[in-house]
């Protein structure tokens, strides 16, 4: 079964980091492009990063560039998000979702897994 | 970054009824669009892509139409599990962007 399952949300203090795991079962994840979408409670849905199957490329949204990191470890089977400079209005669902070969939509995505950030 | 407005924000309708959200994107993006159900606590699910492209296991009630800045997504004969959030979504260029949502009601 294609799955995707992210982890490391949790409550912290605003100009605090966190690390976001998502790691990928059933499929071949080297192969595959991926990203980062969140969901503020309430709101609609927004992209947050995107990164190439070998890393070699990565893009950001301007709402979260410079603060966050996308990398993966294609051994592991694991993609991740660093954030940092944590603030309020990060707070929100994130997922993590695959980038399809036949086209390049979003055809997987994650659970979810909620950061909050507040004192 | 293209911006898309989708249409409209909410609307009600009974089972059996059918129905059809628009989106229009700021800029052309070819057939580059897609459309996501997403129930309360869930993650979206693909329906749609390229357009008009069925995901597979979607029914074929789903359907989906458009080209350069104006798409829609059509719902024959909604069925009560349809009653969920839509979103289009643009993936022609980055920034990725996505429609406000579309909230179908009973």
């Known amino acids: 079964e294609v799955q995707l399952v992210e982890s490391g949300g949790d409550l912290v203090q605003p100009g605090g980091s966190l690390r976001l795991s998502c790691a990928a079962s059933?499929?071949?994840?080297?192969?595959?492009?991926m990203n980062w979408v969140r969901q503020a409670p309430g709101k609609g849905l927004e992209w947050v990063a995107y990164?190439?199957?070998?890393?070699?490329?990565?893009y950001y949204a301007d709402s979260v560039r410079g603060r966050f990191t996308v990398s993966r470890d294609n051994a592991k089977n694991l993609l991740y998000l660093q954030m940092d400079s944590l603030r309020a209005e990060d707070t929100a669902v994130y997922y993590c979702?695959?980038?399809?070969?036949?086209?390049?939509?979003?055809?997987?995505w994650g659970q979810g897994t909620t950061v909050t950030v507040s004192s | 970054a293209i911006r898309i407005s989708q249409s409209p924000s909410s609307l009600s309708a009974s089972t059996g009824d059918r129905v059809t959200i628009t989106c229009r994107a700021s800029?052309?993006?070819?057939?580059?669009l897609a459309w996501y159900q997403q129930k309360p606590g869930e993650a979206p699910k693909l329906l749609i892509y390229?357009?008009?492209t069925l995901q597979s296991g979607v029914p074929s009630r789903f359907s989906g139409s458009g080209s350069g800045t104006d798409f829609a997504l059509t719902i024959t004969y909604l069925q009560s599990e349809d009653f969920a959030t839509y979103y289009c979504?643009?993936?022609?260029?980055?920034?990725?962007?996505f429609g406000q949502g579309t909230k179908v009601e009973i």
């Open positions: 800029q052309a993006v070819a057939s580059y």
């Open positions: 390229s357009t008009s």
């Open positions: 979504h643009q993936y022609y260029d980055y920034p990725l962007t």
């Open positions: 979702a695959r980038e399809g070969m036949a086209d390049e939509v979003m055809d997987v």
């Open positions: 990164i190439t199957s070998t890393s070699s490329t990565t």
């Open positions: 059933g499929f071949s994840f080297s192969t595959h492009s």
